[in-house]
């Protein structure tokens, strides 16, 4: 019994269990779930720390449609932090579904399942067999959403999110085999010894193998269900688990996989990847910044961080590319962290919104001290774990030579620390509000996943030299990328000012924010304008910095304007659109099926005529 | 015919002139026609099935293995059909009429899939045209008898070109006989005069298939007719007078060969068609039974969409795909009529949220649509994903990417169905639904299981179908 097989399967059957369990049992769905995904991560632990590549084989139809896994050096990183998320979020989601109405056992039953597939995506050598594996977890995200009922809407989401993710999988499915046709082989080992130049059907395999990828990470234009989802009050450890930290492993295993590995990447893709990384993570941000929903906001900012993965490995150099895996890996952490903040606040207080929530700092104090360790992390302030991945991205960009793109990732980090100025004030500091009595600390089942991730941020940080050595070099050696010099460590230099001066910057914005407002939760509507016109007056009476204002005015809202729009026509394409022209399609073809006997019987006679006609014509009946 | 299968044909049509025997005895009249489907359905699995076989691969099967598994489909509609309908029908409906019409069209299709020559097979094919005529108006009221009427006249193009191809063959090759014609096709490009048959014969197939713009009648067959009818027609009595027999076409003719004038390339066409119409056609109904009609169109032009290409892969997954649509049409249809008889309408705004009232009803008929939309790991996935991966070998990029764009398109019937009769908010009809007695639903379970089974298991009917494809083709 090869141990790869695990993480894949001891999921997958304890779901099927937990799905025929009465829903009336008091424990045996929760420690069945976190016993699975416990001994799944101890697997993906062993498999990690053994130095011989571990594969297994088993030749199944013929026609390369062969199941064979392979744990090497990028899969076997990708399977620790999958496993270990899926681990850490049973083990939140026990203490979390108590308090729900939503069905517990088919959340864990999607957890599982979930799980088993995305190890099975990341240790898939063939094509196929990844193939499969990556479009099924479509399936059990719709059955997640479908099942949460979290809002009003979450049956609509659940079909958005599906549709969305469907369309580009279908991509993702045509860039796979046509990937596999060039190359002549479906197995991914054999590809990798004679990598695949971008040119020709080539490039449209991998501009389509991309879509996938972004959409999976819920890049651009992809991400509006989340977001929504988010509005919606979907299942806090849903979001934290499936779009918060494992769509960023398994989206950066498939960059990496796809654009080192399989494909040699030339100046026009790698200019591509890098502007769409760094349109995401602007845009993303800027529409943080706006949100008034604790989820939402979170949600805008899981967008902006696939940014920063996208633009790393756009780089195409060795520190980028460590910066870019880097980030990812972090989101899984602190992202991860934040949400389940959010889940805990939310069952508390059993709303998401900030006007709402305040002043939670005394009530729920280690949720509190959670949301500052991840919050700081994600806005890349040292010591943390995100301050490095930052440091390291940029030292990819500027040797790859790209200022610009410098100063946006600054930019992007710049107004994430804004948007999370916002909140974390707003909900946990500032005046508590009458839904804030109610609340109380959360049980240790949350807290202790919490803690683990927030204590993980800081031990990834201090100079991230765990991180890089464990994690980071050894892809960097397996993928064959040379570096100069070390790339872990507290460096001095312009870059850590640089870096500095940002955060003063974030600081200063939010003071001046609330000071205009007084509410902490408008912190950022001097940065992007209500839609009633008379607070553009009442703002413009209450005017301090009025050279300051006028700067924002001029540049900030018309591109806020224009981004909300953009999200909202790419709303309209995918799902108003499409259905407006089936529709008509299907009235035209409804008037023609009357029933009248006589019209069906000429249309066949005319049928027989134009095909006997069409197979004759070629060169005519001797 | 094969005559190893002729046990296939022969018991049933006992146990039908026995069902005439038990007119006063309804009771008696289930179990008999129930056992012997019954019967038939575990010789066959256990002929296909057994461990022998499956351990070597499927090398040993003596027969022609697309016969072998049409028999399988044949023997598990028509069970799963016949199950159902002892709890359907009530007691004043001539219940022994109905089983006996059942047996005996389950013998005709038994004899077209049997027949080792074209003349059998068309006379099997109209025994089997009558049978489904009688079944049509079983209901006796007016939708009935026009859709068996619409049914007949329409089809009667079809069954007068199938004739005139095979008298062209007569005087042309001087033989109906499969092999025969098998060893001639091999032995050099066709004559034109032989193509003309085949030109025929292929028209002929089409129209009794359904093929767009032949497939009218198909419509208001399938909606006019008793539920379970419904079922036993679009599940397996369509496909095995239309489509088996444009597949048994392709195996043995070299339709691609340039003096075949453009037979393969009408195919093809004509399949693509049939998909893009069935399809967008589909997403506007309000009847649910008329939707799934469209829905079977459009999934018979993937068949005849493999069959044009004629390559051994696309052959493989057009059977595979034949055989999976019988399953998906047989769980949908016999679900509409669960729900029909439930709910008193099949009307699909005026149902809403049967997922609570008809838990299993509901479950199975997702299960059928999820396949049927090409999701793995469902049997439909892999069906779906083998035709596109052969028209990709071969070339037809076109058909290959308007393949994929249908089965988000058919995806979409799904969402439309699932969004209205199973989800969403409750309306009036909906409330007074009760879910199906046990052993009705037993037969919509089977069909999922084998859906579920088929794709898990996947590799298994691959080298079984790789087995039957290439023995039998040129």
């Known amino acids: 019994m090869n141990i790869l097989l695990i993480p894949i399967f001891l999921p997958l059957f304890t779901a ?21 995904s416990f001994i799944s991560f101890l697997s993906a632990l062993t498999i990690f720390l053994s ?14 449609f062969d199941f064979t896994l392979k744990a090497d050096v990028l899969g076997k990183l990708a ?39 995305s190890s099975g995506a990341v240790l898939s050598d063939n094509l196929l067999t990844m193939l499969f594996f990556w479009e099924g977890l479509v399936i059990f995200l719709y059955t997640f959403l479908v099942f949460a009922k979290g809002g009003r809407n979450s049956g609509a989401i659940a079909m958005k999110a599906f549709i969305i993710n469907a369309v580009a999988n279908l991509c993702f499915l045509i860039g796979i085999t046509i990937t596999g046709f060039i190359a002549g082989s479906m197995n991914m080992t054999e590809i990798h010894a004679g990598k695949l130049a971008v040119s020709g059907w080539a490039f449209a395999a991998y501009l389509l193998l991309l879509i996938g990828i972004v959409s999976k990470i819920e890049g651009m234009p992809f991400h509006t269900w989340m977001t929504d989802a988010g509005a919606d009050g979907a299942n806090s450890t849903f979001l934290a688990y499936v779009p918060g930290a494992l769509d960023k492993i398994l989206g950066i295993y498939m960059l990496v996989r796809v654009s080192i590995y399989l494909y040699v990447l030339n100046g026009v893709v790698q200019a591509l990847i890098m502007t769409l990384g760094v349109v995401v993570l ?104 995100g301050f490095f991945s930052k440091e390291i991205l940029q030292r990819g960009i500027l040797e790859a030579g790209y200022p610009m793109f410098f100063a946006a990732v600054e930019l992007g980090s710049i107004i994430t620390l804004i948007a999370l100025l916002k909140l974390g004030h707003s909900v946990y500091f500032a005046k508590e509000t009458e839904t804030s009595l109610r609340c109380k600390e959360s049980g240790m089942f949350m807290i202790i996943p919490m803690f683990i ?44 000012l640089i870096s500095v001066a940002g955060i003063i910057v974030s600081i200063i914005s939010h003071v001046v924010g609330y000071g205009i407002t007084g509410k902490p939760y408008k912190a950022t509507d001097y940065l992007l304008y209500a839609p009633v016109l008379s607070k553009i007056y009442r703002m413009a009476e209450h005017k301090v910095f009025d050279p300051y204002e006028q700067i924002m005015k001029s540049s900030v809202w018309p591109l806020g304007q224009f981004f909300s729009k953009l999200d909202s026509l790419t709303d309209y394409l995918t799902f108003t659109l499409p259905s407006f022209v089936s529709n008509s399609l299907s009235k035209m073809s409804q008037k023609f099926h009357r029933g009248s006997y006589v019209l069906y019987m000429t249309i066949t006679i005319i049928g027989f005529l134009v095909y006997m006609a069409y197979v004759f014509s070629f060169g005519g009946i001797k | 015919m094969m005559t190893s299968l002729l046990a296939y044909l022969l018991i049933p049509l006992s146990s039908a002139v026995i069902i005439q025997f038990l007119k006063k005895n309804d009771k008696l009249a289930d179990i008999v026609s129930n056992v012997s489907l019954f019967a038939g359905l575990l010789n066959i699995s256990y002929l296909i099935f057994n461990p022998q076989n499956v351990r070597f691969s499927f090398a040993s099967i003596a027969d022609n293995g697309f016969s072998l598994i049409m028999v399988l489909a044949i023997y598990l509609i028509a069970f799963c059909v016949s199950l159902f309908s002892s709890g359907f029908i009530p007691r004043t409906k001539n219940k022994h009429n109905f089983y006996s019409l059942l047996l005996t069209g389950v013998a005709a299709m038994c004899g077209v899939v049997i027949s080792l020559d074209f003349f059998t097979l068309y006379i099997y094919a109209e025994a089997l045209a009558i049978v489904s005529l009688a079944m049509i108006c079983y209901e006796d009221n007016e939708r009935g008898a026009e859709g068996a009427v619409k049914y007949f006249f329409l089809t009667l193009p079809g069954s007068v070109f199938i004739l005139t191809g095979i008298s062209i063959l007569l005087f042309t090759a001087g033989t109906f006989n499969f092999l025969n014609l098998q060893s001639i096709a091999n032995s050099g490009p066709m004559s034109t005069a032989n193509m003309v048959a085949v030109a025929f014969l292929c028209i002929g197939f089409l129209i009794k298939a359904g093929i767009v713009p032949f497939h009218t009648w198909l419509i208001d067959a399938y909606q006019g007719a008793y539920s379970p009818v419904s079922a036993f027609l679009g599940g397996i009595a369509t496909k095995v007078s239309g489509a088996y027999a444009i597949i048994k076409i392709v195996m043995i003719f070299k339709l691609f060969e340039s003096t075949a004038g453009r037979i393969s390339e009408a195919l093809m066409l004509l399949g693509a068609i049939t998909i893009i119409w069935g399809a967008i056609a589909a997403i506007r ?59 008193g309408t099949t009307n699909m705004h005026k149902l809403a949220n049967l997922e609570n009232s008809m838990p299993w009803t509901t479950w199975t008929s997702i299960i059928a649509l999820l396949a049927a939309a090409g999701l793995p790991p469902l049997s439909g996935f892999w069906s779906k994903l ?70 898990i298991f996947f590799p298994h009917v691959y080298s079984f179908l790789m087995q039957a494809v290439t023995r039998n083709m040129l």
């Open chain 1, 51 to 64: 130095s011989n590549i571990i594969a297994y084989s088993l030749p199944w139809a013929g026609y390369s």
């Open chain 1, 453 to 496: 991730a927030a204590i993980l941020c800081l031990f990834f940080g201090f100079g991230a030299k765990i991180p890089v050595e464990h994690f980071l070099e050894p892809v960097l050696r397996y993928l064959a990328l040379e570096h100069a010099r070390t790339i872990a460590g507290f460096q001095m230099g312009n870059l850590l």
């Open chain 1, 16 to 36: 099927i269990f937990i799905l025929l369990v009465s829903e009336k049992t008091k424990y045996l769905k929760e420690v069945a779930a976190i016993m699975a």
């Open chain 1, 282 to 385: 602007l845009f993303a941000a800027m529409m943080a910044l706006a949100q008034k929903n604790y989820k939402k906001l979170l949600a805008y900012i899981a967008v902006s961080q696939s940014g920063y993965a996208l633009l790393g490995v756009g780089t195409m150099n060795a520190t980028g590319i460590a910066g870019g895996l880097f980030y990812a890996l972090n989101n899984a952490i602190y992202l991860f962290a934040l949400f389940l903040t959010a889940g805990s606040v939310e069952s508390q207080s059993e709303t998401s919104n900030m006007a709402k929530l305040g002043g939670l700092w005394k009530r729920m104090p280690a949720t509190t001290l959670v949301f500052i360790i991840a919050a700081l992390s994600i806005s890349s302030v040292p010591p943390f774990n």
């Open chain 2, 285 to 343: 109904q309000k009847n649910f039974k008329r939707m799934l009609a469209f829905s079977s169109i459009s999934q018979t032009g993937y068949i005849v969409l493999a069959s044009g290409l004629g390559t051994p892969l696309a052959v493989l997954g057009a059977i595979f795909h034949l055989f999976n649509q019988a399953t998906f049409k047989g769980t949908l249809f016999l679900n509409s009529a669960s729900i029909e008889k439930s709910a």
């Open chain 1, 79 to 117: 399977l620790l932090f999958a496993t270990g998320v899926s681990f850490l979020a049973a083990f939140y989601a026990a203490g979390f579904m108590k308090k729900r109405t939503d069905s517990a056992k088919w959340f864990f039953f999607n957890l599982l399942f979930t799980g088993s597939f």
């Open chain 2, 386 to 455: 083998v035709i596109v991966l052969a028209l990709w070998e071969e070339g037809a990029k076109g058909y290959a990417f308007l393949s994929l764009f249908f089965m988000l398109v058919t995806f979409a019937h799904f969402a439309i169905i699932q969004k209205k009769i199973f989800f969403g908010k409750k309306a009036a009809d909906g409330e007074k639904s009760r879910e199906m007695p046990v052993f009705m639903l037993l037969p919509v379970v089977l069909l999922s299981m084998i859906i579920i089974l088929a794709g």
